[in-house]
């Protein structure tokens, strides 16, 4: 069932139809799909009156959250020959995670039909202004403003003149002079209709106007003999450049600067079997170790023994102990901020045993226990080499904040990220944590409590504050 198609609806359910699908940002069908299904689940809501939607905010409109965002995109197809290229286009935005509903002009249709156009983006397709399925909620209102961004492609001579001289006769022109989104516009034309005096005045204006353009580029037009500037870009360039205006560049605070990292546990052997562990899956430290390079920083991730994908453009050392991981995080100094979230085994075998060892008639035989090295400490300790920088992790059960303002003085390190690894927290191993941020300010320990949020937002906001106290010359450095 591709599409809905309700008739006769009386004008209370109209009207509640109407308020849900603004309060929900969807659009009129998306919300009666929503009602189906949750009917079908028995989790209905009641079908009460909702309050009149509020008047619109100057605020931004909240950014769709995610590792990879999705975005929205409204297409309009204009009448050209370059409109087979759209069909590429949604393609193309559509591996990117765009949602793209597509409107096509009168024109359009002759080079490209509503099915090609909707079995590719798997979206109903939109042509008249006048559609009764779609506008008795204004759906012209709602494609202009229920995307973040509207495409046009190609968008011809006729298209462009009706939008830099404010028409609004069809669905496409009617769109584009109701919207508050941001417009890509992707001229496509012969090379003389380009270079004519209007069209250049259109041009001139619609760029005023805060309208953007890619293209047209130079090449052979499908005119016989007709060559020049008039063809339209071709759709992987279209899609990264509708791709750069939904999703602009990361700010990159910490660019230029080299972060270590230390993350999951170590295993110190016992013998060739057996093993001393703490439990630690390393989500957390991979976590800082990705935030870290997204923000622009050089990144050296030093990991224990873990079943996780090395992070994207990070340099990653992998190691079994914590003698391993020492020596490894000393070859990586120097370094601007070091963070060791790893979970270090405190205690290995004084002597590992070179076959595995048997159980006996007299019992368990006797293992003698020495202290591994303290990595935090011995990099916060330092005379030479040490970050600027260095934040240690607290993992506790019992008396966190005081355990790790002890930890915060003992080890001489700059700031503790002390996080309640109880069984019942199900920190250890989870997706998500409770973290308290320990430093000095001002000549006393301040202790920050954040939320609880996902690792990949405990390592958004942790970076977030790196990459303030790298200006932020109230940082105190440990005495």
């Not at 259109?202 to 580029?217: C, F, H, S, T, Y």
Request: glycine letters at 6%; one cysteine or more.
């Amino acid at each position: 069932m591709a599409s809905l198609t309700i008739r006769k609806l009386d004008d209370a359910v109209k009207t509640y139809l109407r308020l849900r699908s603004a309060k929900n940002r969807r659009s009129v069908e998306e919300e009666v799909r929503v009602i189906l299904r949750e009917l079908i689940e028995g989790r209905e809501e009641p079908l009460t009156p909702f309050s009149a939607p509020p008047a619109p905010s100057s605020a931004p409109t909240p950014q769709r959250t995610g590792a990879l965002p999705e975005a929205s995109v409204t297409l309009i197809i204009g009448g050209g020959i370059a409109a087979y290229k759209s069909l590429d286009l949604i393609r193309r935005l559509k591996e990117r995670r765009v949602e793209v509903r597509c409107v096509l002009t009168k024109a359009a249709q002759q080079f490209v039909t509503p099915l090609a156009v909707s079995a590719l983006s798997h979206e109903r397709i939109y042509t008249d202004l006048f559609d009764p399925q779609s506008e008795f909620d204004a759906g012209h209102i709602r494609l202009a403003r229920d995307c973040d961004l509207i495409v046009v492609a190609p968008a011809t001579a006729d298209l462009m003149a009706k939008m830099a001289n404010g028409h609004a006769d069809d669905l496409a022109s009617a769109i584009l002079l109701a919207t508050n989104r941001k417009i890509l516009l992707a001229p496509a034309m012969n090379p003389l209709m380009w270079n004519n005096a209007a069209t250049r005045r259109n041009v001139a204006q619609l760029q005023r106007d805060g309208v953007v353009l890619i293209g047209p580029n130079s090449g052979e037009m499908a005119e016989a003999g007709e060559a020049g500037v008039g063809r339209m870009s071709e759709a992987i360039e279209i899609a990264n450049a509708a791709e750069r205006l939904l999703r602009p560049p990361v700010p990159k605070p910490l660019a230029g600067k080299r972060v270590l990292i230390t993350a999951g546990p170590t295993h110190e052997p016992i013998d060739p079997v057996r093993y001393i562990a703490n439990r630690s899956s390393g989500k957390q430290g991979f976590a800082i170790a990705a935030a870290a390079q997204a923000a622009g920083a050089e990144v050296i991730l030093v990991s224990g023994p873990v079943d996780l994908d090395d992070p994207a453009g990070v340099t990653v050392k992998h190691v079994e102990s914590a003698r391993q991981m020492l020596e490894q995080v000393q070859a990586a100094l120097p370094a601007d901020i070091a963070i060791f979230a790893a979970a270090v085994a405190d205690w290995r075998v004084a002597n590992e045993g070179e076959q595995k060892l048997k159980k006996t008639a007299a019992g368990m035989p006797p293992l003698q226990l020495v202290e591994n090295p303290d990595i935090l400490a011995t990099i916060s300790k330092l005379a030479d080499k040490r970050p600027p920088l260095v934040i240690g992790f607290a993992a506790e059960t019992e008396h966190l904040i005081d355990n790790a303002k002890s930890k915060l003085a003992r080890k001489g390190c700059d700031w503790i990220v002390a996080n309640d690894v109880s069984p019942a927290t199900g920190v250890m191993g989870g997706d998500r944590n409770t973290v308290h941020l320990i430093s000095r300010k001002s000549g006393e320990i301040a202790v920050d409590s954040w939320p609880v949020m996902t690792k990949e937002q405990v390592a958004i906001e942790l970076v977030a504050h790196i990459a303030r106290s790298v200006t932020d010359k109230s940082l105190e450095p440990a005495s």
